[in-house]
């Protein structure tokens, strides 16, 4: 699942507003950052470390706030995708390690033992 959309990111440098997509790739949140001509910078943060997951209602709507060591980041529901499940995500501490097992099995399954030989030779 991704969240694309402007975030705010308050660190000890101040508050920027950062446009991009969030989305959870095995233990790690990664931040892809995209600036314009097509240009990006990824960024990547341990979901172990993600601290005060939230989901607050201000003015009327919903921002999802964490933080992350010393950065802490709020995205409103402007953005596209699903708050409530992206911090459902964030909590469980990302890809359980059933699903990611029944990903990979899948993807053993697809080859026959026909192919296996091939393979080898």
Known sequence: MKLEGTC????????????????????YLVFDQNFSLGMKKRQTF???????????????ELSLTFSCDNIQFEINENTHG??????????????NGADFKKEKNSEKASYTTHHYHNFAQ
């Open 46 to 60: 341990p979901v172990a470390k993600l601290r005060n997951i939230t989901i607050t209602a201000e003015e009327n």
């Open 82 to 95: 699903n708050l409530r499940e992206f911090k459902g995500l964030l909590k469980n501490k990302g890809l």
């Open 8 to 27: 705010k990111i308050y660190s000890t440098l101040g508050l920027e507003y950062q446009f991009g997509e969030f989305y959870i790739d095995r233990d």
